[in-house]
């Protein structure tokens, strides 16, 4: 089991910015492959915003590049997504997300979601 802790959500103006951690624990905490960074707002199906693997390979959604960032501290079992640039239509509850091992990538999961709503 995988237990994942999400912060940093919150009310930010259009163009600022906000930071998102995700902590990672439990027994396979430390070997985890790839973790990334989805979204979803009402009406919609949840979408990939970046993933990241143990080895720093980085896949972003077109609609956020070169506006967002993921990093993660291995030694610390944490991922994080810093948002720039920020638009109305980032607003959503961002979700983080684990999967264990490519050799099974039907396998993951998820933490309880964090807002992030960005309004003037």
């Known amino acids: 089991q995988v237990q994942l802790v999400e912060s940093g959500g919150g009310l930010v103006q259009p163009g600022g910015s906000l930071r998102l951690s995700c902590a990672a624990s439990?027994?396979?905490?430390?070997?985890?492959?790839?973790m990334g960074w989805y979204r979803q707002t009402p009406g919609k199906q949840r979408e990939l915003v970046a993933t990241i693997t143990s080895g720093g390979n980085t896949n972003y959604a077109d609609s956020v590049k070169g506006r967002f960032t993921i990093s993660r501290d291995n030694a610390k079992n944490t991922v994080y997504l810093q948002l720039n640039s920020l638009k109305a239509e980032d607003t959503a509850v961002y979700y983080c997300?684990?999967?264990?091992?490519?050799?099974?990538?039907?396998?993951?999961?998820w933490g309880q979601g964090t807002q992030v709503t960005v309004s003037s």
């Open positions: 997300n684990a999967r264990p091992t490519a050799a099974t990538p039907m396998l993951t999961y």
């Open positions: 439990g027994p396979i905490a430390a070997s985890i492959d790839a």
